[in-house]
């Protein structure tokens, strides 16, 4: 298991936005830090109330959001408009190119929010977009699909051979992931802090496991934990 301490993350500061950047983004270039698999991008952004990311496109790439605190409000050329909000999960596919905007969708309270981008197992897809929510109950103290290649278990839709699992966790509350044989895992603390293998991870912590075997994830403080399950 090698750890990712959120102080070695990239960090850039605009103002209106606070971003952390666990990999290479922007103007944050580490060659030692491109990505782990097919999972590319996670940046823990903060915006300020009423500011955002004017339209801007992307293509080939699958785009997931994933809401800690406040309400993101998003546009897409496709004609989708929502507010994300914690305990959602949206799913944008790029594809052959989309155009998008993500604002704060608040004029008093910031909004925190994971952006996550998976490299597609293919190039040239229709654009497409999904949103589901995915209430408290249904990830407290255990490890609920939120995003598979299947879409299995009410999850959204990538398309990557890959399963992304969250789990809100009391203090002393453990929860148990299987990485499966020939495939690898890599954990995200959100908010609040964990034990894993004995090392304590907080929040903006990481760790890369690349080993099969069973993997114990226990709060040390109420935390908010993303697992990904990657070929």
Same mark, same amino acid.
């Given at each position: 298991m090698i750890i990712r301490r959120s102080s070695e993350r990239g960090h850039a500061d605009h103002g209106w936005l606070r971003s952390f950047h666990t990999f290479s983004f922007a103007g944050y270039y580490d060659p030692a830090h491109m990505g782990f698999g097919a999972l590319r991008v996670i940046n823990e952004d903060r915006v300020q109330p009423g500011k955002g990311f004017g339209t801007h496109p992307h293509r080939d790439m699958e785009i997931i959001s994933y809401v800690l605190d406040g309400g993101l409000e998003h546009r897409d050329s496709m004609g989708n408009g929502s507010v994300i909000r914690p305990g959602d999960v949206q799913r944008m596919s790029a594809g052959t190119g989309v155009t998008h905007s993500e604002f704060n969708a608040s004029r008093s309270e910031l909004v925190h929010f994971l952006q996550i981008w998976i490299v597609p197992d293919r190039r040239g897809i229709a654009p497409s977009y999904e949103q589901k929510a995915f209430p408290e @109950?249904?990830?407290? %103290?255990?490890?609920?699909?939120?995003? +598979?290649?299947? %879409?299995? @278990? %009410? +999850? $959204?839709? $990538?398309?990557?051979?890959?399963?992304?699992? @969250? +789990?809100?966790l009391g203090a002393g509350e453990p929860v148990r992931y299987e990485v499966p044989a020939a495939r690898r895992a890599w954990i995200h603390v959100a908010r609040g802090s964990v034990e894993i293998g004995g090392a304590r991870l907080d929040a903006g912590d990481a760790a890369a496991v690349s080993e099969a075997g069973a993997l114990d994830i226990v709060g040390k403080d109420p935390a908010e934990v993303l697992v990904f399950d990657l070929a």
């Open positions: @109950a249904e990830r407290r %103290g255990k490890l609920r699909l939120v995003a +598979s290649r299947d %879409g299995r @278990a %009410g +999850s $959204v839709l $990538v398309h990557q051979d890959m399963n992304l699992y @969250a +789990s809100l």
